[in-house]
């Protein structure tokens, strides 16, 4: 094999030259790490924070936590691992999560194959040699034959263009950028804007201790109950004792859960029948009341509506005050349409004396000043102010990664009218380039199809290695099949509205493209058998012209 990998050469310095770079050190980085070093491959990982963790990592905002189950969302490529992690809650918060995935890195010693506080600002494929030499913002290069970024998908924060934003002169946070220092709202007048996923996590934990708490809200949110609860000793016994199904449930089933699917349609039951399930679908945790709801309920608009009126009545039953409570009942999607939060006492939490709610469709923020937040209605002061305003999914972080392929083609250019994929993986004229968790890929758990992708790419190299081929490149059909193929299936599924930032919706001036693939895993797992069984056929190899890698 080729070179070893110091893991902190010194900055500016020219030296390293490696068979694969990683690109981040979240949950896929970490797996693509171990698995392309478990292959015989000398490898680095680069990582932009100051730890590991990826999305685990940034996302320090309190009240942060899984919404799969933690067992399900954790790696299952080691039974010892699974069985020596007690997770304390079947919804792990972040710092739990964090720990995980450091225990992770030490575990299986890789955390000397990671460069942190390394951000990449360039990379570029040399057509003569067949590698990738890889810049950092310190100035330090290295050199490999094959780069795999694992980005991730939410790892871009966006921020409104809302004028003053610098001005305002108190602090304020991203939720997507959370400081590692504790940040105290006790006492404090806090606004929160946004109300996904993040923002309806942290705005019950704010409202404990701020003075006074206002969310600013663009959209509601079809929001239920996460159910979270601890992992009792019985539990965890089980968890262990069925490992191996647990493992295959999650690496066959449709969207990488353990939720079962539920073969009822909506009108087959009646009223009171309905009304039970519904409850029982309320009281069920996390993403069950997706997958395991009536069959019809995310394609049929009836069925559909009457899972939302449950929902609506659900609000205004736990909010006190009817306005309010109109205000957090959305108006604009169907449930499912837009990825759904799961939360904890967040309606609860309006019913508070220090809690208000503004509806920014009909009171626009104008401006931030010096002291605060002004819409139509005037300025309202603030000592703190969170932006829960999510991020640049799915394309944002391999954008800014200064990606230069087959004849210095940048990768944003080529991705102008959305991105072009094969299987979410690779993209044609970028050879030897790779990303695993990237857009394209599929829907559901996401360490799940990461994982299956991180596979088919080892699978992909060691291929490679075996035959003494150096480049590895798609072939621009398969892509344009796949890529149509995402864009039929987004067409098809009457569930994902246009209002989603799973088609880029919400980044001004972005291209309108669904961004993941509604086909879903099954898909991606078939293909992936089929190319296997082909040798690989959709990929062109070649030989190198130097050999440098063939080892
Ligand atoms: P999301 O789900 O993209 O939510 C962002 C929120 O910010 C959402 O309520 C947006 O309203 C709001 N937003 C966005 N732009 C603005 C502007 N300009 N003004 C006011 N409000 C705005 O991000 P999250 O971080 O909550 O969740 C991301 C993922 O993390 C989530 O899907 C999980 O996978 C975990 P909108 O609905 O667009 O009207």
Known sequence: MTITAPASAPAGTDTTEVDVIVVGAGITGIYALYRARQAGFSVVALEAGSGVGGTWFWNRYPGARFDSESYTYAYLFSEELFDEWVWEEHFAEQPEIERYLNHVVDRFDLRGLIRCNCTVTNATYDDEHGDWTVETADGTRLRARYLIGATGVLSVPYFPDIPGRESFAGEQHHTGLWPSTPVNFAGKRVAVIGTGSSGVQIVPIVARTAASLTVYQRSANWCTPLNNSPISAEEQADLRANFASIREVLNTSLSGFLHETYDRATFEDT??????????????????????HYSDMTIDEQANAAWCAFIEAKIRSIVDDPETADMLVPKDHRFGEKRPPFVTDYFETFNRPNVSLVDLKSTPIL??????????????????????????????????????????????????????????????????????????AAAGNNPRYNGDQVDFVLDLLIHARAHGFDTIEVDPAAEADWTAMIDRAARRAPSFGESSYYFGSNIPGKP????????????????????????????????????????
């Open 271 to 292: 009223e009171e029948e309905r009304q039970a399930y519904y409850e029982q679908m309320w009281n069920s945790p996390g993403f069950g009341k997706l997958i395991s």
């Open 367 to 440: 401006r931030m000043t010096e002291s605060g937040i002004e819409t139509a209605d005037g300025l309202a002061e603030f000592d703190l102010v969170v932006w829960a305003t999510g991020f640049d999914f799915g394309t944002g972080a391999l954008a800014r990664m200064g990606i230069r392929g087959r004849d210095g083609l940048a990768l944003t250019d080529y991705w102008r009218d959305g991105p072009k994929t094969f299987l979410g993986i690779q993209a044609a004229g970028f050879p030897n380039f790779f990303f695993p968790g990237g857009p394209h």
């Open 512 to 551: 309108r493209k669904y961004l993941l693939n509604a086909a879903g895993r099954p898909k991606l797992l078939s293909m992936i058998e089929e190319i296997k069984s082909s040798d690989f056929k959709p990929f062109q190899m070649a030989p190198g012209s130097d050999g440098r890698n063939r080892g």
